[in-house]
């Protein structure tokens, strides 16, 4: 039986490889000021949330009943077209395409078939993700989808905090290519030594409560999580949001971080998630050599 080679990286996508996209799709669609969209999250989404609401399934509701109020006629591709607004983080056009000539520039990589695969894992909408200039170097992307009816958008399907776990597992036993046509395929009986990416393979990037599930799972696996949390650079890096940053503190949430999201090729973010993927690389390696 051949030995496992891929090396997972999966992000997350809003405040960790890019500005938050929803917020941009508020301002940008819903034509909300700054302050605005502070009052939809603090205080409308809010008021769902303690009512019963999953936190998504709140922000999703209020923002097709804000487009209907205002007589709005959203598109998925007026979704797509939004993806190209959004400002990525320093270094993360060419993160992966770096990652995987890291991967290919080494020979026992090559000798012991080490490949790199690259997915984003998000409660946002999918469509604006599938818009950034960094949609073709992803293996899959998962997040909130809509339909179209009478020119209005229906959701489709929702990424809640959990259900973010449920793409982990479809990674490791290798249907996340089908999911979305047969999302019973997950529950499908498959050995640990037949899945296609073990959970020890994967690396988890992450910034804050929406992923602590799926922390949690990685770690409770053996691979690796890595925390990502905006600083306020002019408030000499005072932490922007308090409570994303004791969610991945408390309880030694992540394997390394939280860094500032800098990808660039010198800096501290970058310099440990490559070190992750060497330590998985010589991992596969190891058993490579063993198996003979």
């Keep these: 039986m051949p030995i496992p080679s891929i090396i997972a990286v999966i992000c997350d996508f809003d405040d960790t490889l890019g500005d938050d996209s929803t ?20 205080q409308e989404v809010r008021k769902l949330v303690v009512k019963g609401w999953d936190p998504p399934l709140a922000y999703i509701d209020l923002i ?24 990525l983080y320093p270094g993360v056009r060419d993160l992966f395409s770096r990652l995987r000539s890291f991967i290919g520039e080494r020979k026992e990589f090559r000798e012991a078939n080490v490949q790199i695969e690259s997915y984003i894992i998000s409660g ?19 997040g909130c989808t809509f339909m179209e009816r009478r020119k209005q958008l229906v959701p489709k399907s929702v990424v809640t905090f959990t259900e973010k ?24 009986v498959i050995p640990q030594e037949q899945r296609r990416i073990p959970f020890s393979n994967m690396i988890y990037v992450g910034d804050g409560p929406t992923d602590i599930p799926c922390f949690s799972a990685i770690q ?62 010589l991992d596969i390696v190891e058993r490579f050599k063993r198996r003979g």
Excluded at 167 to 186: S, T, W
Excluded at 258 to 265: H, I, K, L, M, N
């Design 220 to 281: 409770q696996n053996e691979g690796k999580t890595i925390g990502v949390l905006k600083y306020d650079i002019k408030a000499e890096k005072k932490i922007v949001d308090k409570r994303r940053a004791w969610a991945i503190a408390r309880g030694d949430r992540t394997t390394l971080g939280p860094y500032s999201p800098d990808y660039r090729e010198s800096s501290d973010l970058c310099i440990n998630l490559k070190m992750q993927v060497e330590r998985v690389g």
């Design 124 to 142: 946002g909408f999918e469509e604006i993700i599938r818009g950034t200039p960094i949609a073709n170097e992803m293996k899959n992307i998962f």
């Design 64 to 87: 097709l009943e804000r487009i209907r109020r205002l007589g709005l006629h959203v598109t998925n591709q007026d979704l797509r077209d939004l993806g190209g607004r959004i400002q």
């Design 165 to 188: 776990t449920k793409f982990l597992y479809a990674i490791n036993k290798g249907v996340d290519g089908e999911l979305r046509r047969n999302p019973y395929g997950v529950n499908d």
């Design 23 to 42: 917020d941009l799709f508020l301002k940008q669609k819903l034509g909300m000021n700054e302050d605005e969209v502070k009052d939809f999250w603090n």
